[in-house]
């Protein structure tokens, strides 16, 4: 991708209350942006991004670090209360 493409794709587009979740949330284009439950390093700011799965992954990049991760499982832990309703219909 170019340099444009993603500035563009990291900056803020919404922000605010997240109704199906819950809780505040910052995205970018189909990310998460600066958000400190994702695993940042230190204290997160609107350069780090990322987006975590349906419990099953997660990936991050923190461009001032220099670092990134990403953590993909098998398997959709019904467990957990977020794979309830939303996920058996």
Known sequence: MSPETISEVTRIHAEGTDKSLGGYRRRG????????????????????FGHAGAGTSVA??????????AF??????????????????
Request: proline fraction near 6%.
């Open 29 to 48: 284009l189909g990310l998460v942006i600066g958000d400190s439950r994702m695993g940042c390093t230190g204290q997160p700011d609107e350069s780090s």
């Open 60 to 69: 991050w990049a923190d461009p001032v670090s220099g670092l990134s991760c």
């Open 72 to 89: 993909i499982t098998k398997a959709l832990d019904r467990r957990r209360p977020m794979s309830s309703s939303r996920f058996n219909k």
